[in-house]
């Protein structure tokens, strides 16, 4: 179990894992020994996976189309969901792969350079895999927040006065 | 036409932080530390509920006490977070803003004559409030040494027996200090001892970052002798809805009904529906915003030390009150030199009293970028004058 003090830590890397262990230890209190042990010992363990920028694609001109593929399959005997989304996961061109409750059972994010490359990716790829029954894709128009993050960021920022009681 | 002015209003020194806003109003790309208010928008779940209520057509008045269902909610509040029971009936009054609150306090229970203590420094509009009100102040000093504690002896020293009302500002603005119950237990001896009523200004108690505030109210024996005061805007970043409330002895409440009906009639009604949301919903928000205040906090604690000045650790509401006597300037023209030469906005401590000379108060409800900027020129400014 984490502590408070840890999961704190954890919220504050996961908001900007630029922050330096010296910089972590005067907003959290904690020492900057203590900080790097622990993100070793959390990137050994795979709790913290990664450390990578939230890129907003859209905003570059590069050609880029997602779709949500939601899969049925049959499970059988000895190959379970597990096993399936083993082989599924090692396609580079499924970016996030999640098992659900439901109407179907798996649900894929994939990302190609067009809707052709991600349409024959579904019919040539994950359509005919054995145990895979039926596929419905649904592409993506739009990313309006991704992670957490409000991805329009138009909005004005509303004004405070400059000095108030 | 200045002689129309009735004489005490005509003589009511405008506050210390007023003449600074007009300062900063005529410079460009000022960083301000100067706001009192949070940087967070209100969670959207409390904005959605405001919306709905309009929506909905809820546009009319609402009792003078204030929706009952919100009054309720806060009775509930009330008794989970702090241990009093308040009856939703008769012993709370929903009034716009806490700043209502503490004016309808003052109102209800002076009369010409009387005296109101009140901790120096503190926030601006106790002193007002109870001018306004025909008594007078007498100020109880706090002092950096003690964390800026109210102490039962420095109380005794300003106490008068024509006293009748102690203000309780904790956590504090503009020191960020705190009262724990052992701190609080020699005021309420004090307290029943001299026969006072105490105003608990208490609109910060959910910022507190060293356990759970301690309601002067809890304390044995002081429901009755305490008249509760709190509101929404800083612990849900809910300042413009206006919405605040008094919690009391129910014949105090009443007085204080009388007054509020008189003159403001009811607290908006949609600020009352958004802050039943708050209370129902939003508790989560409000932990996630406390947890950043606090590294901020911890940012500037720090970066003050390392500027090689006195910064003692504010444990409440999101101000820092560093010493900046080291400089050799007062508090007025370090602010004032600072803004100048650095386009920095910070509060000169006499603005909230006497005893804040020697100080600046720095408020934290900024983003960590615009804090680490801040504390750069601030650093760069101090460096030239202190060796």
Known sequence: MLTTEDCKLLKLIQEDCRLTPEELSIQTGLTPDYIREQIKKWEEEKVIVDYRPLINWARTGVEKV?????????????????????????????????????????????????????????????????????????????????????????????QRLVISP | MNNYLASHVANLPPSGIRKFFDLVATMKDVISLGVGEPDFVTPWTVRES???????????????????????????????????????????????????????????????????????????????????????????????????????????????????????????????????????????????????????????????????????????????????????????????????????????????????????????????FAALEALQSASEAKAEMVEAYDRRRRLMVHGFREMGLDCFEPLGAFYVFPNISKTGLSSEDFAEELLKEEKVAVVPGTAFGPSGEGHIRCSYAYSTEQLQEALKRIAHFVKLRIS
């Open chain 1, 66 to 158: 997602s779709a949500l593929i939601e899969v049925k399959v049959l499970p059988q005997r000895g190959y379970g969901f597990d096993k399936i989304a083993k082989r599924l996961q090692k396609f580079p061109e499924i970016k996030s792969l999640l098992l659900m409750s439901g109407g179907f059972d798996l649900a894929l994010l994939i990302e190609g350079k067009t809707m052709q490359e991600v349409a024959l990716f579904v019919a040539e790829k994950l359509a005919p895999l054995e145990h895979i029954q039926s596929t419905a894709t649904h592409f993506v128009l739009r990313y309006y927040k991704q992670d957490g993050v409000e991805l329009m960021g138009e909005e004005e920022t509303p």
């Open chain 2, 50 to 272: 405001g919306i709905f209520s309009l929506e909905q057509g809820q546009t009319m008045y609402t009792s003078n006490a204030g929706l009952f269902e919100l009054r309720e909610e806060l009775s509930r509040h009330l008794a989970t977070s702090m241990g009093v029971t308040y009856n939703p009936l008769d012993q709370i009054l929903i009034t716009s803003g806490a700043s209502e609150a503490v004016d309808l306090v003052m109102r209800a229970v002076l009369a010409p004559g009387d005296i109101v203590l009140v901790p120096d420094p503190s926030y601006v509009s106790y002193a007002p409030c109870a001018i306004l009100a025909g008594a007078s102040v007498n100020y109880i000093p706090t002092h950096a040494k003690e964390d800026f504690r109210l102490r039962v002896e420095d109380l005794a020293k300003v106490y008068s027996p024509k006293a009748k009302l102690l203000v309780l500002s904790y956590p504090n603005n503009p020191t960020g200090a705190i009262m724990t119950r052992e701190d609080l237990l020699p005021i309420a001896d004090f307290v029943t001892k001299h026969d006072l009523l105490v105003l608990a200004d208490d609109i910060y108690s959910d910022l507190t970052y060293a356990g759970k505030h301690t309601s002067f109210a809890s304390l044995p024996g002081m429901q009755d002798r305490t008249l509760f005061v709190s509101g929404f805007s800083k612990s849900y970043a809910m300042t413009g809805w206006r919405i605040g409330y008094v919690a009391g002895h129910k014949d105090l409440v009443a007085g204080m009904t009388k007054i509020h009906q008189y003159t403001m009639l009811c607290a908006p009604i949609t600020g009352q």
